[in-house]
């Protein structure tokens, strides 16, 4: 194509460690235009990021590209160069300049030693022959195209806002002054939206010609992710800028792309523009990513996964990995240390009633000052069985909340009712008991499990710690029955973390928490890292266990697609407070709040942009 920025022709990339031989890329092919935005989806391990460090030369030992050519064309240059062909020295200059990347951590990919002014005019003076003081202008300059400092405009009205008789000279004084604070700041004083903007900002800073971004959202909650997509397409139309976007979500693919590539065991499966492939899609694996998303505009008792697109099982439920096994809870039942009345199984499983959760904030020669409040007089109930969503955005309290419910860290007010029994003031022996009969599953599957532990005993640690059955014979068939029930095997036992993938060392961490048979489960954020696929058989997996094991959830999301597809009922926070609380369906379709409203629009939606039935 001659309006080509980029034109990639059967690329190969391979990997050579001492066990195996691994084809990561196996002879792709795509062209992105001039200022338009190609979509590389697909799963884990498909090969999308491997392509994007392909494109960099930025592939890891023992990878390489083994065969295929890149043709890159600046709008400056008359003709296509072949970035494989070229020395390193010379592709060092396209790196960063022409072709720049955006990665999905921002907080692994900035260096916590220095500041965010230093590390974007650091970029500005490996590629650009400017001096000190004009990189940290443009740097200022790109801060603002972000939207992450105001324009000049913008902050000289705040200033004569807050003081009218400032003269024009103050005026600047204070605006240069307040420029130079920000960009003085460090990395950890930021939030994870601003970091991503940062990002933003070092990648354009040398006006590339192809902006990579790699998962760029993921880790956002949807209103931030949103404000970002915004920017990137912004970004794009007023530079002439192409992108190449990965993720694994089609609903923020159909967001901000033109064409979209579906990547599947290192190949291209299917592309094409949005509307046609997200309309009548042809692949299977293409539609199990359309189908094991939750839909807002539809209610289902079961998600469909990618496996039964790839297997040709779409019509019907699977059957579960393996038949149900009824364990004898005798010793929880006979157990009355805390005084459980479970005689009336309608009665609420846990009742909060004003809860207060604050941190102080220490003044003058270390006096506490206040408190500043994550969780202002919250109250609410959960019922025996069900499951209750809560949705808010990062910084609402929502866990806070969770580690107050399960006595992590202590109220400042209010009550905790469990079993109805208060359990706000426990300690001991009998919050040791509490323990046993509430558990959490965490967000980020990859720091919750010890390393150094093979899964057998992570699974096994609190049998042991609890002193339940009477055996390690008998244990050790709990943890294998725990295992299979969650769709690993016996044969996993000796393993570690390391050899699982996110979505099962999730499971993992899921068959970790059924180990003491717990009452209640409180998951937080424990499908949003994961790709939807995968997400989709975790949020069935939780779903089938509720049944089995009768089990009552608290499921923390700021997603509310997901929270509508499992919730009973949602629970909106924002600011530490309820918002408002309701049957899934009845929020959804009339929320009450205008906060609610905008978290409900700015999920990303395949249904509301291009109206697919």
């Known amino acids: 194509m001659e309006d080509a920025v980029i034109d990639v022709r059967n690329l190969k990339i391979e990997f050579f460690p001492e066990e195996q031989h691994l084809i990561a890329v196996n002879g792709i092919n795509f062209t992105i235009p001039k200022g338009k935005t190609l979509g590389l989806v697909g799963e884990s391990g498909s090969g999308k990021s491997v392509t994007a460090l392909g494109l960099m030369g930025l592939i890891p030992n023992p990878g390489r590209v083994s065969s295929g050519e890149i043709y890159f064309r600046p709008p400056e240059e008359k003709s ?8 390193e020295t010379q592709r060092r200059q396209y790196r960063g300049g022409k072709i720049a990347m955006i990665f999905q951590e921002p907080m692994s990919s900035l260096n916590p030693v220095y500041t965010i002014g230093f590390q974007i005019t650091e970029a500005i003076l490996q590629h650009q022959s400017v001096s000190p003081s004009e990189a940290r202008r443009q740097a200022t300059a790109r801060l603002q195209e972000v939207k992450l400092i105001p324009s000049d405009e913008e902050l000289k009205e705040t200033a004569l806002i807050e003081d009218n008789t400032l003269s024009e000279v103050e005026v600047n004084r204070q605006i240069n002054e307040y420029k130079r604070t920000f960009l003085e700041r460090y990395p950890h004083q930021l939030s994870g939206g601003q970091l991503q903007r940062v990002m933003i900002a070092i990648a354009i800073s040398c006006n590339p010609t192809l902006l990579i971004a790699d998962e760029p959202t993921t880790a956002l909650d949807v209103t931030v992710q949103k404000t970002i997509l915004d920017l990137l397409r912004e970004l794009s139309q007023a530079r002439g800028m192409s992108m190449l976007f990965i993720t694994h979500d089609l609903g923020v693919v159909a967001e901000i792309a033109d064409e979209v590539a579906v990547m599947y065991q290192g190949k291209i499966v299917e592309s094409g523009d949005i509307r046609s492939i997200f309309s009548d899609p042809q692949h299977p694996y293409t539609k199990g990513l359309l189908a094991c998303r939750p839909r807002l505009d539809q209610q289902v008792d079961y998600l469909p996964t990618v496996a039964d697109f790839l297997n040709g099982q779409t019509d019907t439920k699977p059957e579960p990995p393996v038949q149900v096994q009824t364990w004898d809870n005798s010793e929880d039942k006979n157990d009355d240390s805390l005084s459980v009345d479970t005689s009336i199984n309608s009665a609420p499983l846990l009742t909060v009633q004003n809860l207060q959760v604050g941190f102080p904030i220490k003044g003058v020669f270390g006096k506490r000052k206040r408190y500043a409040m994550a969780v202002n007089g919250v109250s609410f109930t959960v019922y025996r069985g069900e499951t209750l969503g809560l949705v808010g955005e990062s910084g609402c309290g929502k866990s806070t909340l969770a580690r107050a419910i399960l006595r992590l860290i202590d109220p400042l007010q209010g009550k905790i009712r469990f079993n109805r029994n208060d359990i706000t ?13 509430m558990q959490i599953v965490f967000q980020n599957p990859y720091n919750s499990l010890n390393p150094r532990l093979t899964i057998g005993k992570t699974i096994l640690e609190p049998l042991t710690i609890h002193k339940r059955y009477q055996n390690a014979r008998q244990r050790k068939e709990r943890v294998v029955y725990l295992l299979e029930r969650v769709g690993l095997s016996a044969d996993d036992i000796k393993r570690y973390p390391h050899e699982f993938s996110g979505g099962q060392r999730q499971r993992i961490c899921v068959a970790r928490a059924l180990a003491l ?9 424990s499908v949003s890292a994961l790709d939807v696929s995968v997400q989709a058989q975790v949020l069935n997996l939780l779903k ?7 089990l009552t959830y608290i499921f923390i999301s700021h997603d509310l697609s997901v929270v509508k597809f499992i919730s009973d009922r949602v629970m909106v926070m924002n600011k530490g407070k309820i918002e408002e609380i309701g049957k899934a369906e009845t929020i959804y379709k009339t929320p009450g709040s205008d906060y609610t409203r905008q978290l409900i629009d700015a999920i990303p939606s395949i249904e509301k942009k291009f109206l697919v039935s």
């Open 517 to 525: 048979n717990p009452e209640f489960i409180i998951c937080d954020e």
């Open 425 to 437: 003031h426990l300690s001991g022996k009998q919050l040791r008991h509490l323990r046993r009969q």
């Open 544 to 550: 089938e266990l509720q049944e089995e094991f009768e």
């Open 80 to 87: 296509a160069v072949n970035l494989l062909a070229l020395p």
